[in-house]
């Protein structure tokens, strides 16, 4: 039988039937949360998600606290950016000029062969920490946007190429027609996936919050740490590196 109901409608049923799945998966994972700190029983492993939820509330509203994590975004955003905008580049002038793509090759190789964990004790000793969050952004971002560009380049159907050889379109409508809708399913994959990659890379720009974070964690967490059975250690900047016996 046809359904004769209005259009908008159903968008919107279908919407909240979206909305209402999400909402469920979302209580699945925080009950599954709950369970697993209950289970430890411990929050400096598992914390609850109240006492998560409190001690976000907690930090926001504290000046270090945003001031830190703007710094970290800054830094984030202008690795992701430079290694965008390079890879981008140097991408098409691969797919141009063949030899530029066999002189890239090793290096591309290397960057996709060494763990990150690696680059980021080298960097950290060369040239410290404050920069660090850009150079590692950097190596995450370059050689996969790089490589998943060069392979949407290739991928460009030839006979529309040829088409537009023939009619002499101009290189801006061959973007467009062309290149755009084969460079999208490999470029807006890798973009996603990569996003949340660099979002776990933290500023390692010296910052008082930092040091500071550990002493009012009880007051953060709402925990006594005085009745802790475990050790915590501390380095020689007075921070916490979470050394549980």
């Given at each position: 039988?046809?359904?004769?109901?209005?259009?908008?409608?159903?968008?919107?049923?279908?919407?909240?039937?979206?909305?209402?799945?999400?909402?469920?998966?979302?209580?699945?994972?925080?009950?599954?949360?709950?369970?697993?700190?209950?289970?430890?029983?411990?929050?400096?492993?598992?914390?609850?998600?109240?006492?998560?939820?409190?001690?976000?509330?907690?930090?926001?509203?504290?000046?270090?606290?945003?001031?830190?994590?703007?710094?970290?975004?800054?830094?984030?955003?202008?690795?992701?950016?430079?290694?965008?905008?390079?890879?981008?580049?140097?991408?098409?002038?691969?797919y141009r000029y063949p030899l530029a793509e066999e002189v890239l090759?090793?290096?591309?190789?290397?960057?996709?062969?060494?763990?990150?964990?690696?680059?980021?004790?080298?960097?950290?000793?060369?040239?410290?920490?404050?920069?660090?969050?850009?150079?590692?952004?950097?190596?995450?971002?370059?050689?996969?946007?790089?490589?998943?560009?060069?392979?949407?380049?290739?991928?460009?159907?030839?006979?529309?190429?040829?088409?537009?050889?023939?009619?002499?379109?101009?290189?801006?409508?061959?973007?467009?027609?062309?290149?755009?809708?084969?460079?999208?399913?490999?470029?807006?994959?890798?973009?996603?996936?990569?996003?949340?990659?660099?979002?776990?890379?933290?500023s390692g720009g010296g910052s008082d919050w930092h040091s500071q974070?550990?002493?009012?964690?009880?007051?953060?967490?709402?925990?006594?740490?005085?009745?802790?059975?475990?050790?915590?250690?501390?380095?020689?900047?007075?921070?916490?590196?979470?050394?549980?016996?």
């Open positions: 039988m046809a359904d004769f109901r209005n259009p908008i409608s159903i968008m919107m049923q279908n919407k909240g039937k979206i909305y209402v799945k999400k909402f469920i998966i979302l209580l699945f994972w925080l009950g599954v949360w709950q369970i697993l700190a209950m289970c430890v029983d411990n929050f400096l492993l598992v914390v609850t998600p109240l006492q998560a939820l409190r001690a976000l509330l907690t930090l926001a509203g504290q000046v270090e606290f945003w001031r830190s994590a703007f710094d970290s975004l800054w830094r984030i955003a202008f690795g992701f950016l430079l290694g965008a905008v390079l890879a981008l580049l140097l991408a098409a002038i691969s090759r090793p290096f591309m190789v290397f960057c996709k062969a060494v763990p990150v964990a690696v680059f980021a004790v080298l960097l950290l000793i060369w040239w410290g920490s404050s920069m660090l969050a850009v150079a590692i952004c950097f190596l995450v971002v370059f050689p996969n946007i790089y490589l998943n560009t060069l392979e949407g380049l290739k991928s460009a159907d030839r006979g529309l190429l040829e088409m537009a050889e023939v009619f002499r379109l101009p290189l801006g409508t061959q973007f467009f027609y062309i290149y755009r809708p084969a460079l999208k399913p490999f470029f807006a994959q890798r973009v996603s996936a990569i996003s949340g990659n660099v979002l776990e890379v933290r974070s550990f002493h009012r964690w009880s007051t953060v967490s709402g925990e006594d740490l005085s009745g802790y059975g475990g050790s915590v250690c501390l380095d020689s900047g007075d921070r916490s590196t979470q050394c549980i016996f």
